[in-house]
């Protein structure tokens, strides 16, 4: 099946889609789609089944007869039934679907948490028919997708009845900074680095948008006030729901109080905790449900193995808590100005900077092997202790080797990234002083010394320092 012209990039995640969907081989296939919303997974899925003259249904929050009779007119649709079939409960309707010509699937099943929220034994159900399709050697193929991301991830997890059943655990992520750039129409770097700060790599957002594209850096401000920062706009209101629509959160001010205390630069459990007036112990359940929904992604210290920092995943949010929720009622009341002029010298220092140095850690990830002497095997930050000056080191981008038993590890690379400042060589001796003080436990002898930077370079600096520009991070743009 060829990829309609419609979807933009998203190659890779059809071609696995379309060899599931390919003819059934006498055995039964189960697929299970994830990811956040707003990434197309509808879109692909609607696509495929279209495609290969598929059934799609498309869950919604309803009761459970509600969501059967829905069902029953899908299917009747898909079968070109004079009336739908009657289903009284989720065993009739997995029972009948399981009955079909193999031929007329693949079956998918979209928004499955909205169903076994009220209908728990659905996986049950299925995981039965799947086993009873094999010993039958029925080719049915089902593609189970879903959003909430803390459900899905449970579902071919631990004891979960469907564990061991799937052929294809597929998960859509937001498009990479520079595909990102691609579909937003950005050729001008630091402005494609401003907007994926706010609207990251959510294909869904453009659209929301209403296809408003920023012209140049000087038309940036006036963008945000006619789209993100709009209460005409559904931008505005987007990173609430992100939050409400995780179906394992409860209690959702103490979650966004969380997020605020991530965002405004508190990484630790203690941190986060004294932001929010709560015990350390009081905030574990809330840090792993948002971690387990993928608003939240813990980072270890690549130097020391027990310390680890928590980081907003959706830039969305982060935008939101620095920049939105101080002022909600400001916003709401159409002040958008006002709002955004106080605003935006913290977007600047907290939303810009620290997502800035995830890109360049993402360029490390996406650089060609020869750029650090190696392929990767790990990249992240750390912090490197300097007792004799009683100081510590902050290293923004490390890049490792892969580990290899018996040797001290290679450092490939240490890295500082500044968004607005000129990088000189108080940069690059402090990141020297890094690598001497790591050089008895790494291999350092090889270790590239780099600097990333959104406001350049001073001249003269060691041709030895990689320097890496935001022409360099979008190069594939030109």
């Known amino acids: 099946m060829e990829k309609p012209s419609r979807i933009f990039a998203r190659d890779d995640e059809w071609d696995h889609l379309a060899r599931f969907a390919a003819p059934a081989r006498g055995r039964p296939q189960l697929g299970v789609v994830s990811g956040r919303r707003r990434q197309g997974k509808t879109y692909l899925l609607q696509a495929l089944a279209e495609q290969a003259g598929g059934l799609y249904f498309g869950a919604t929050e309803a009761t459970e007869t509600e969501s059967l009779g829905l069902f029953a007119a899908a299917v009747g649709t898909h079968l070109d039934l004079a009336a739908p079939p009657r289903f009284d409960t989720w065993d009739d309707a997995v029972r009948f679907l399981f009955s079909l010509d193999p031929e007329s699937g693949p079956f998918v099943i979209d928004e499955l948490p909205y169903l076994t929220k009220v209908s728990p034994a659905l996986p049950s159900i299925l995981q039965r028919e799947l086993d009873q399709a094999v010993s039958a050697g029925r080719g049915t193929s089902l593609l189970l997708c879903g959003s909430a991301m803390s459900v899905m991830g449970g579902l071919l997890s631990g004891s979960a009845p469907l564990r061991g059943r799937a052929s294809l655990e597929l998960i859509v992520r937001r498009f990479d900074y520079r595909l990102a750039a691609e579909f937003w129409d950005l050729t001008d770097p630091r402005l494609a680095v401003l907007v994926h700060a706010v609207t990251g790599g959510t294909p869904a957002y453009r659209r929301f948008a209403g296809d408003d594209l920023p012209r140049s850096v000087d038309d940036f401000d006036a963008w945000v006030l006619r789209t993100v920062l709009s209460p005409v706009n559904p931008l505005l209101r987007e990173a609430r729901y992100l939050l409400e629509e995780e179906l394992e959160v409860r209690d959702s001010a103490l979650y966004h109080s969380v997020l605020a205390a991530v965002a405004a630069g508190n990484g630790t459990r203690g941190g986060i905790a004294n932001y929010v007036g709560r015990k350390a112990t009081d905030i574990g359940h809330h840090l792993t449900v948002l971690e387990d929904s993928g608003l939240v992604r813990r980072q270890q210290d690549v130097f020391r193995a027990r310390r680890s920092t928590y980081r907003v995943a959706e830039p969305l949010v982060v935008f939101y808590q620095v920049v939105m929720r101080p002022q909600w009622g400001l916003l709401e009341s159409g ?69 290899v038993p018996g040797r001290r590890r290679k450092l490939l690379s240490l890295g500082e990234v500044k ?9 690059v001796e402090r990141l020297d002083r890094a690598r001497q003080l790591l050089s008895a436990d790494y291999d350092t002898s090889d270790t590239v010394l780099a600097c990333y930077s959104g406001a350049g370079f001073e001249p003269g600096l060691d041709p030895k320092v990689l320097t890496i520009g935001l022409d360099d991070l979008y190069r594939s743009l030109a």
């Open 419 to 427: 968004w607005g400042e000129t990088m000189g060589r108080r940069h």
């Open 335 to 403: 002040r958008a100005r006002n709002v955004w002029e106080a605003a935006r010298a913290r977007f600047l220092s907290q939303v810009v900077g620290p997502h800035f140095e995830q890109l360049c850690r993402d360029f490390a990830l996406l650089a060609p092997a020869d750029l650090f002497g190696e392929l990767p095997g790990e990249i992240g930050s750390g912090v490197v202790p300097d007792h004799s000056r009683r100081t510590q080191i902050e290293i923004d981008v490390v890049v490792l080797a892969p580990a």
